[in-house]
């Protein structure tokens, strides 16, 4: 092993690795001072501790995403308990569909605020319905919880929201195995719930014609101007620096098909922007 000829290639990913660790000079220093006695066993233990000290986040980081995912969970939990209880549904499997991602989502608050516990420190912050603005400051006026299309219509928001907030989230937490693999767990479930909700705004009366389960491009699905953040982004076509566009062994790929591939991550700022409104 090599490793520093591993340390250059970090460095063409990341040229700011050795901003992370300590100037270049002390780092080869280090590793040029384990001598030729030091077992071979050793050098990738040290290696990955080094990048964890480059790239691992502490525990004050991972209770901030968390509790920003609590937020999010309790608006969404608040929204489908409020949902779930009106009797605007054109059928029973609508009202048991929404229902069922109610008890979803209330499960997703239980795990996060155990795992915000587990972290020790000041107990999670605790929401109830009055934390949240249904109006969306006066946008949505009050037909939230009284017109169908409208409520289903938040619920794509919200879902389609979800989905890129947890891949946004997923680097933060990559430090503990197990949270992390909870909120890959928790964001596929979102991504059930958006592709559900597009089916029953598509098959409602009225609904929007053609509306696919998975987001294309940055296209909006129908819902108003104001909800654009969601989905800006969604057009890219080039993942890992690659562009999946074009022809491949006689298959042509669109920029349709190539955005519809991948979900794009939303940052912390990002997802503030779209649910500010929906909070009191």
Do not use: C
């Amino acid at each position: 092993m090599n490793i520093f000829n591993i340390l250059k290639e970090v460095e063409k990913v990341d040229p700011e690795v050795f901003d992370r660790l300590d100037p270049r000079r002390e780092v080869f220093k280090h590793f040029g001072g384990f001598g030729k006695k030091l077992v071979a066993a050793a050098i990738p233990l040290a290696f990955g501790s080094m990048l964890n000290k480059a790239y691992g986040q502490n525990t004050t980081s991972i209770r901030d995403v968390l509790e920003f995912a609590l937020k999010l969970e309790n608006l969404e939990y608040y929204f489908y308990k409020r949902a779930a209880d009106t009797n605007i549904f054109p059928s029973a499997a609508g009202k048991t569909a929404f229902g069922v991602i109610r008890d979803h989502e209330e499960d997703h608050v239980n795990f996060l605020r155990q795992a915000i516990t587990g972290l020790g420190g000041a107990a999670p912050t605790t929401y109830t319905d009055a934390n949240f603005d249904w109006t969306a400051k006066g946008l949505l006026g009050n037909a939230t919880f009284t017109d169908y299309g409208t409520m289903l219509a938040v619920a794509q928001a919200f879902e389609d929201t979800g989905v890129r907030a947890y891949k946004g989230a997923a680097p933060a937490l990559i430090s503990n195995d197990t949270v992390l693999q909870a909120a890959l767990q928790i964001h596929s479930v979102e991504a059930r719930h958006a592709a559900h909700l597009r089916r029953m705004r598509r098959d409602m009366a009225n609904g929007v014609a053609n509306l696919k389960p998975w987001i294309t491009m940055k296209d909006r699905g129908g819902l108003p101007p104001e909800f654009q953040g969601i989905y800006d982004g969604e057009d890219n076509i080039s993942q890992g620096g690659v562009t999946i566009t074009g022809t491949f062994g006689g298959i042509t790929i669109d920029a349709n098909a190539a955005s519809e591939a991948f979900d794009e991550p939303l940052t912390v700022a990002q997802v503030n922007t779209i649910v500010t409104p929906f909070i009191a």
